[in-house]
């Protein structure tokens, strides 16, 4: 049966009604505004920069969400992967091979497999510095001053072309004023760590410095009953940071430098293989059922020996060495120029047994290298009198790595062994200027031209066949916006833009045979996207509200290809994304603070062929497909309540939940589309109880922990191989409980 095509009429109708909806809330933000008292206990204000300029949040025309470290904090934020726990239409999760491999979708675009060759569609941002590979960003946030989460294409203001989004981490920058922080903490599993800062002055007002540590063990999750293994979904890491900042008095100059250090010593995570049973009631509409082979849920035994057939230790070992630097220079009230240069080294080797038997019967494991150098010049400015703002800027951005996989079955060597190494050039030019043209409306517009050159090598363990890949790739990508301040209290906004992404070649080929080594070709991105950002009742009330239209081109499919056990990326033809996305928060009196953010995300494909192995001919399966990690709903919030103080101290409850829908992993293009091990929709609660200046010691704090405290089983991550008759699926955390008890000295945090 023909489904009926959305056409672009209907689109753009549906874009109108979002920015009619955002226009009448508007009004009524307004109007309730207009007639609300000023008292204390308004929301405090976020200072971002989004648009590489300092603007209070509620200000800039985007779909934004921010967090303090406070926020970060309060809703149970530890690592990069929780990032996604709170932000609208997110998500971001941990892949397969160790607790250090994370990926991330924004409104259901993303990148399923962290390998170096596959460039992500959202892209992570460290101070500035663009990210080439997100492996080794899973570990722990700490001394972080605010995470910003872009959503929708990023291109005239960022690094780097995104289709998807932009995650910007800021850390803590050093200051003059001295101050010290230590915090322990100490739970079940083993669990312990140890985190703190130092901060100050080194030469007078001109100079000062920072040093950051962080220490963390716990024990795994999945124990192993087998004396010589190692247990499953274990933390063994430490971090440091060494940051200093050059502002000599009166030049107009900052000067900042990091360099950061992270090394895992962790066991293999705890994905395991499963068998796929009931296989023809896919036919029938019902979702298969699988059972697990070896023990994955946490609490679970497993066995094995501590060693793959190739002799390596399963588990995961990694290094990172991050170095930065920052100069920026105000050489006239109007205008700033600043450079930006960063140089990431990261290190991988894991092996995971993926039976979780003491047969060894299927163990996976990879060696991975990445090595990236990136710079970026800017100018930040106004003109006509501050009519006019605008940015604009070069990048360069190099990197190079490489990646071995070796699979054993039943001991013996199968032929997914492959050896992928690459090498990749982009540069850049960006700008974007925004005209004031009354007091009220602000038209924008800016473009981004993109050359990137991709060099692959892929040599196949199976039969010795090698091969050489090079391509070259440019792009103008424009984008246009127009916002109107409707009142003091409430702006809309409504804009186009254009996301890319490069073609390149895959980065898990099958390893035997060339024929398919075949690259693909780029993406293009149309999003249309529309919102309003109200205030209520002198700021006790924000509401953001944004909604977004996507025509995609030549989407980037990965494809399990069963009989030569790898993967080919095909580029589908049209598919359509649309949602609606709400965040909401409120501060009702001075002891309450409330958060709700929702999402809806409907994606389908138009127009989707593929090569029939059997019949050579090529087959429409756009009916089939489905969009991957795009979950229909999404639903978070947070309520904080501040009780009376007593003579202990102040005590605080803070009660989060996530609910995410349904989603589908399926990379299997012979077989229909299913979700790996069913994993339905599922709600994790956290909790923190917290004191602050304990026992009247100002600075001081002591804290009760629960992070998915209904001990919720559900599936986190997983991979659709049904053609093969199995899947892997790596299960969620368990409930895990701690208290952490933490002191600041000084002045500067």
């Known amino acids: 049966m023909e489904r009926p095509m959305l056409s672009s009429k209907h689109g753009c109708n549906r874009l109108a009604r979002t920015v009619l909806l955002a226009t009448m809330l508007g009004g009524v933000a307004a109007a309730a505004e207009d007639s609300a008292e000023q008292h204390e206990g308004s929301i405090e204000q976020i200072i971002v920069t989004a648009e590489k300029r300092e603007q209070p949040l509620q200000d800039v025309p985007l779909a934004v969400s921010s967090f303090t470290s406070g926020d970060l904090r309060r809703l149970v934020v530890n690592e990069t992967v929780d990032i996604g726990k709170y932000v609208p239409g997110m998500l971001f999760y941990k892949t397969t091979g160790g607790n250090n491999r994370g990926v991330s979708f ?5 990148q399923w497999d962290s390998h170096p060759a596959n460039t992500g569609r959202v892209a992570m941002y460290i101070d500035g510095i663009y990210l080439g590979n997100q492996t080794g960003m899973a570990g722990t946030l700490h001394d972080i001053e605010r995470v910003e989460v872009l959503r929708g294409p990023q291109g005239t203001l960022y690094g780097r072309n995104t289709i998807g989004g932009a995650i910007n981490v800021i850390s803590r920058k050093p200051s003059v004023e001295p101050g010290s922080s230590i915090e322990v903490r100490g739970g079940e599993h083993g669990y312990f ?12 007002e001109a100079l000062a410095g920072r040093l950051v540590l962080q220490r963390a063990v716990r024990d795994g999750l999945v124990d192993n009953d087998f004396a010589a293994g190692r247990d499953a979904e274990d933390l063994d890491r430490w971090s440091m940071r060494a940051a200093l900042r050059m502002q000599p008095p009166g030049s107009g100059l900052v000067v900042d430098y990091v360099f950061e250090h ?27 059922r699988t059972v697990e082979l070896g023990p994955s849920r946490p609490g679970d035994p497993f066995f094995n020996s501590g ?9 995961a070992d990694m290094t990172v060495d991050f170095h930065a630097l920052t100069a920026g220079w105000d050489v006239a009230p109007n205008l700033e120029l600043k450079s930006i240069t960063g140089w990431r080294d990261m290190e991988l080797r894991n092996m995971n047994d993926v039976d979780g038997t003491d047969a060894l019967a299927f163990s996976a494991g990879s060696v991975v290298t990445h090595e990236q150098i990136y710079q970026e010049l800017q100018a930040i400015g106004t003109a006509f009198e501050e009519a006019v703002e605008y940015v604009a800027g070069g990048t360069f951005f190099n990197e190079k790595f490489e990646t071995a996989q070796n699979n054993f079955f039943l001991g013996r060597p199968v032929n997914l062994g492959r050896q992928v190494d690459g090498d990749n050039d982009a540069w850049g030019v960006y700008g974007q200027a925004s005209l004031h043209v009354s007091s009220r409306l602000a038209l924008t517009a800016g473009g981004r031209y993109t050359e990137e050159t991709k060099k692959q090598f892929v040599e196949l363990f199976s039969n010795g066949d090698s091969a050489d890949f090079e391509a070259d790739f440019d792009n103008f990508s424009p984008m246009f916006r127009a916002n109107w301040d409707l009142s003091d209290s409430v702006m809309a906004y409504a804009g186009w833009s254009r996301g890319y992404q490069a073609g390149g ?23 249309w996207d529309a ?54 928060r409120a501060s009702p009196t001075a002891d309450l603070d409330l958060m709700v953010n929702a999402a809806w995300n409907n994606g389908k494909f138009q127009e989707y062929t593929q090569t029939d192995p059997a019949t050579g001919r090529d087959v429409d399966v756009s009916e089939e497909r489905v969009h991957l990690r795009s979950p229909r709903r999404m639903v978070s919030g947070s309520a904080r309540y501040s009780f009376p103080a007593i003579g202990a101290g102040e005590i605080s409850a803070t009660l989060n939940f996530r609910y995410i829908g349904a989603q589908y992993s399926n990379v299997n293009p012979n077989a229909p589309a299913i979700r790996s091990y069913s994993p339905n929709s599922y709600t994790l609660w956290d909790l923190r109880v917290q004191l602050d200046d304990a026992f009247g010691r100002e600075g001081a704090w002591f804290a009760f922990v629960g992070q998915n405290v209904t001990d919720k089983e559900y599936i986190d991550f997983g991979i659709d191989l049904t053609t093969l008759g199995w899947t892997t699926a790596r299960w969620g955390l368990p409930r895990l409980v701690w208290a952490e008890f933490g002191m600041r000295f000084g002045q500067a945090r």
Do not use: C
């Open 505 to 527: 070649f895959p980065a898990r080929p099958p390893a035997t045979s060339r024929a398919f080594l075949v690259p693909y070709d780029e993406e293009i991105l149309s999003a």
């Open 106 to 110: 924004i409104r259901g675009i993303g």
């Open 193 to 204: 760590e140890a985190r703190g800062h130092l901060n100050g002055p080194i030469a007078g």
């Open 531 to 584: 919102g309003i950002k109200a205030q209520f009742f002198a700021n006790r009330v924000q509401l953001n509200v944004a909604g977004y239209n996507y025509d995609y081109k030549d989407q980037q499919i990965s494809n399990y290809i069963a009989e030569a056990n790898g993967f080919t990326i095909d580029n589908a033809g049209k598919s359509r994304i649309r949602g609606i996305e709400a965040e909401m």
């Open 307 to 315: 060693r793959a057939p190739d002799g390596s230790r399963f588990g």
């Open 262 to 288: 992270s090394e895992f010593d962790e066991g293999d995570s705890a994905d395991r293989i499963g068998a796929v049973l009931n296989r023809g009631w896919v036919r029938l509409g019902r979702l298969p």
